[in-house]
């Protein structure tokens, strides 16, 4: 039984995670107060480990015939890793709570924008902030669901303009800028959130490839 006919635009950023064409949005957890406490100390211990380990070389430069004891690097390198790997889980339960919560609303199809990750990545500024956002996954863990669930994954084409492109007349905005977090149309004045206005065009779009598990997914 199909809650919902129609089918659901997803757009991918990193203000927030997730915007859908629903209008529901979900938040980017690494803005969250948990999270930040977490790199806090994450920051913190890493300080630590980078002395011990800057100690524990000019130890062994000194004397190389006596080699010096490895246990309170290995203790800081525990702890360090300990966090990381407590980040790491916090963010793949909310990305797989995430996308159950859109396989509950049984839309009839799902369209996500195939987005240049590597390309992206280059950028030295969002580098950091793209690879906490985990789209790679995102994607992998909707298309498996959709799958499993007999609900058509789509994938837009990557050079498609989600965000330029205006839902209500078409027209093609080629100024607009990555700060513009309001879409204004220049040609009828339709005025929408950003990336609500890119999970329409995305939900609406004819140029889409449909993707199953059996297809080469990046």
């Not at 659901?8 to 803005?31: M, P, T, Y």
């Given at each position: 039984?199909?809650k919902?006919?129609?089918g659901?635009g997803?757009d991918?950023?990193?203000k927030?995670?997730?915007?859908?064409?629903?209008?529901?949005v979900?938040?980017?957890?690494n803005?969250?107060?948990?999270?930040k406490?977490?790199?806090?100390k994450?920051k913190?211990?890493?300080?630590?480990?980078?002395r011990?380990?800057?100690?524990?070389?000019?130890?062994?430069?000194k004397?190389?015939?006596?080699?010096?004891?490895?246990s309170?690097l290995?203790?800081a390198q525990?702890?360090?890793?300990?966090v990381?790997q407590?980040?790491?889980?916090t963010r793949?339960t909310?990305?797989?709570q995430?996308?159950?919560?859109?396989m509950?609303?049984?839309?009839?199809?799902?369209?996500?924008?195939d987005l240049?990750?590597?390309?992206?990545?280059?950028?030295?500024k969002?580098?950091?902030?793209?690879?906490q956002?985990?789209?790679?996954?995102?994607?992998?863990?909707?298309?498996?669901?959709?799958?499993k669930?007999?609900?058509?994954f789509?994938?837009?084409?990557?050079?498609?303009p989600?965000s330029k492109t205006?839902h209500?007349?078409?027209h093609?905005?080629k100024t607009l800028?990555?700060?513009?977090?309001?879409f204004?149309?220049?040609?009828?004045?339709y005025t929408?959130?950003r990336d609500?206005n890119?999970?329409h065009n995305?939900?609406d779009?004819?140029?889409?490839?449909v993707?199953?598990l059996?297809?080469t997914?990046?």
């Amino acid at each position: 039984y199909r809650k919902d006919s129609d089918g659901i635009g997803i757009d991918l950023g990193i203000k927030e995670l997730a915007v859908l064409s629903n209008k529901e949005v979900f938040a980017n957890i690494n803005k969250k107060r948990p999270m930040k406490r977490k790199l806090r100390k994450l920051k913190h211990l890493s300080r630590i480990y980078s002395r011990k380990l800057k100690a524990y070389r000019a130890r062994k430069k000194k004397d190389p015939d006596n080699r010096p004891t490895r246990s309170n690097l290995n203790k800081a390198q525990k702890r360090l890793q300990a966090v990381q790997q407590k980040m790491n889980n916090t963010r793949d339960t909310y990305r797989r709570q995430t996308v159950a919560h859109i396989m509950d609303l049984y839309p009839s199809y799902i369209t996500m924008e195939d987005l240049n990750i590597a390309g992206m990545m280059k950028n030295r500024k969002l580098a950091h902030a793209i690879a906490q956002m985990q789209w790679y996954a995102f994607r992998t863990d909707a298309q498996f669901q959709c799958a499993k669930r007999g609900v058509e994954f789509r994938l837009a084409e990557c050079r498609y303009p989600s965000s330029k492109t205006c839902h209500q007349c078409g027209h093609v905005h080629k100024t607009l800028k990555l700060s513009d977090r309001t879409f204004v149309c220049p040609d009828c004045g339709y005025t929408e959130d950003r990336d609500l206005n890119a999970a329409h065009n995305l939900r609406d779009t004819a140029a889409y490839t449909v993707l199953d598990l059996q297809t080469t997914m990046f």
